[in-house]
């Protein structure tokens, strides 16, 4: 069985304080966890191919193009109300 001396052991190695109450909630819900996985240790998976996916579900990517719009940089520039040096926007830093 999981004590409580253990979930504190576990719980300052993992530097996660708990409480007195968190101790004795966790003490029974890890002494289940591991019976489960007792359970789980009786099952025979030699032979068996590891999977991290199961779904088949890929990706969607697309090949990044360079679409030319219908106003120039020149136009879009004069759009903005930000101040524009050497043709780019000057905006403020996002770090500090």
């Known amino acids: 069985m999981i004590d409580e001396s253990t979930v504190r052991h576990v719980s300052k190695l993992a530097r996660i304080d708990l409480t007195d ?22 099952v025979d998976v030699l032979g068996a191919a590891e999977t991290s996916q199961v779904t088949g579900l890929k990706n969607v990517t697309e090949k990044d193009e360079i ?6 940089r020149g136009e879009l520039l004069k759009c903005t109300e930000l101040p524009v040096d050497s043709n780019q926007i000057r905006v403020s830093r996002a770090v500090k």
């Open 21 to 42: 109450g968190e101790v004795r909630k966790f003490s029974g819900q890890l002494e289940k966890v591991f019976g489960y996985m007792e359970i789980l240790n009786e």
């Open 67 to 72: 679409v030319r719009g219908q106003a120039g």
